[in-house]
């Protein structure tokens, strides 16, 4: 097999990771929406956890009887995959401390962004270089967006307080795609995804019990899972949209570019709007087919645009070959 056969069948395994990293964030608000009326956002989120929880261990105990789970290295420095950790679980955090006083279009014009916080950053501490080409395509999906979540919202209103806490946290997604992309090839995708998988539980699951425990709530934190359509749509949130998810992007920032990889959040927000008019019959207007043919220009040309090879920025691995 020849290296150009091999380039193309890894880009074609690339390109196919990132469509399913993209629908799989683009349904999560059907199962968010499935779980609401039987749950808080805390509640939810901790169950989601338990499922991803749950996958992990599988996933690894599968791995390991196969024998084709990454042997750990003790001489790794373990504190950069726990950082890149942390900052995901503080990227959900201040989300959530956001839904207390931001509106869900707010923080959907703020997250729209993250591509860009995310290119800010790359620049600054990896030393990713964008072409003029490339920055064309990130305005033109992030305008796009921005207008089709104003034009999509039913009422539109600003809370200093929350978009405050919606800027931090997507900060900190930025610095999470930074740090993964710093970290590859020293960690595995799997790793990264482990590593979130358990923080996130111990902090969200933990956090769940104690607040039950001190408010005298217990029962309302164990009511939900005698629910069976709560049960599947927790289990889907967990799995697709925190286990597989986390895995995607990890693989994703492997082999992009932060800024070619973090434009396929906003094409998930395309998604989500297109899914909900074909299954849940929501009308489409003129908007949503310009902007998202806008979107899905921005994504591809961004995908297709020339990369320079040398433009790899800064990793793990240069850093400790040089040790």
């Known amino acids: 097999m020849t290296n150009q056969v091999k380039d193309s069948e890894a880009k074609w395994k690339l390109y196919i990771v990132a469509f399913a990293f993209t629908f799989s964030i683009g349904f999560s608000f059907f199962g968010i929406k499935k779980c609401v009326p039987y749950a808080d956002t805390l509640t939810i989120l901790a169950y989601r956890y338990v499922a991803a929880l749950i996958g992990v261990i599988l ?10 789970y990454p042997k750990s290295d003790v001489k ?17 955090i201040f989300q959530i401390l956001s839904m207390f006083f931001a509106t869900s279009v707010e923080g959907a014009i703020v997250y729209a962004m993250a ?26 999906t992030v305008t796009a967006l921005i207008i089709l979540i104003i034009l ?32 590859r ?14 923080g996130g539980s111990v902090i969200f699951i933990g956090t769940s019990v104690i607040k039950a ?4 709530t217990f029962d309302k934190l164990i009511e939900p899972i005698h629910h069976a359509d709560f049960v599947l749509w927790a289990s889907f949130l967990g799995i697709f949209c925190i286990l597989l998810s986390a895995q995607f992007m990890a693989y994703m920032l492997a082999h ?13 927000t395309l998604v989500s709007v297109i899914a909900g008019a074909l299954v849940l019959g929501e009308p489409l207007s003129w908007y949503h087919y310009v902007c998202g043919a806008l979107i899905l220009t921005g994504v591809v040309g961004l995908t297709l645009a020339p990369v320079d090879s040398n433009n790899a920025g800064k990793s793990l691995s240069d850093e400790l070959g040089k040790k």
């Not at 090839?185 to 358990?198: D, M, R």
């Open 59 to 68: 996933w690894i105990g599968i791995s390991k009887i196969m024998g084709v």
């Open 76 to 92: 790794r420095p373990k504190g950069r995959l726990y950082q890149t950790a942390a900052f995901y679980i503080l990227f959900m």
């Open 115 to 140: 591509p860009i916080f995310a290119k800010i950053i790359g620049r600054i501490v990896l030393g990713e270089k964008s072409t003029r080409l490339q920055m064309i395509f990130v305005v033109l």
């Open 152 to 183: 999509n919202a039913t009422n539109i209103s600003f809370n200093f307080k929350g978009l405050i806490f919606m800027v931090i946290g997507t900060f900190f997604m930025g610095c999470q795609n930074v740090s993964a992309r710093y970290i």
């Open 185 to 198: 090839g020293v960690f595995k995708p799997i790793e990264i995804t482990a590593a979130i998988a358990i």
């Open 213 to 216: 425990i001190v408010t005298g």
């Open 256 to 268: 992009m570019e932060i800024i070619q990889s973090t434009i396929f959040n906003s094409a998930s």
